[in-house]
């Protein structure tokens, strides 16, 4: 019987990737609004959303029409790519979406190296990070100003 819910709630429904335009920017500020403050820094004011929408890459995850999250990340002066969200609507949790997403998007962009920063305790986020071959390379203990640590975390493909 456990097995069977196991199996079962890992079955992912199928997504697609959208980007955002500023037309949207309400829909980021509502999935942004729906995260945990403690273990996760959202986009609090329309002038940064719309800046990051502008300057960042930020897509939508879309399953049947609708935008259950979102991954956004910047690529800097040297190519390297920071990912700064991943945020999964509360219902749409625990079913693989974030992990496969993540997946997807560095198959997509392809860089030599990558960064992010991750709240310690934010497991999911740490699993996600982590199985994708990410290493923590230093602790910060209030990098957004929040009062809450974060890991730095990075991932450098190199040639073999
Ligand atoms: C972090 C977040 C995006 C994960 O989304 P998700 O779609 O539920 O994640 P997935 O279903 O892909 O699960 C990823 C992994 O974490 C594991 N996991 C999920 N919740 C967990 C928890 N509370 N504790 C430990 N592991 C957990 C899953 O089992 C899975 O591991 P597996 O692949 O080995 O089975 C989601 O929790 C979220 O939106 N949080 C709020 C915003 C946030 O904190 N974003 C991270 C920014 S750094």
Excluded: C
Excluded at 25 to 54: C, G
Aim: net charge negative.
């Amino acid at each position: 019987m456990k097995l069977f819910f196991r199996l079962a709630s890992k079955h992912m429904p199928n997504f697609t990737l959208q980007k955002a335009t500023i037309a949207n920017w309400e829909t980021i500020e509502q999935i942004e609004k729906t995260s945990n403050r403690k273990l996760y820094a959202p986009r609090i004011d329309k002038a940064e959303i719309l800046h990051d929408i502008t300057n960042n890459f930020i897509y939508f995850i879309v399953v049947e029409n609708k935008k259950i999250g979102f991954i956004s990340y910047i690529v800097e002066a040297d190519g390297n790519i920071e990912f700064n969200g991943l945020v999964i609507l509360p219902e749409f949790q625990g079913q693989g979406i974030a992990k496969a997403t993540f997946e997807q998007v560095l198959e997509m962009t392809n860089a030599k190296h990558y960064s992010l920063f991750v709240h310690p305790e934010n497991e999911a986020a740490l699993k996600i990070y982590t199985d994708a071959g990410f290493t923590i390379q230093s602790r910060l203990e209030n990098h957004f100003g929040d009062g809450e640590p974060r890991l730095f975390m990075t991932l450098a493909h190199t040639l073999a």
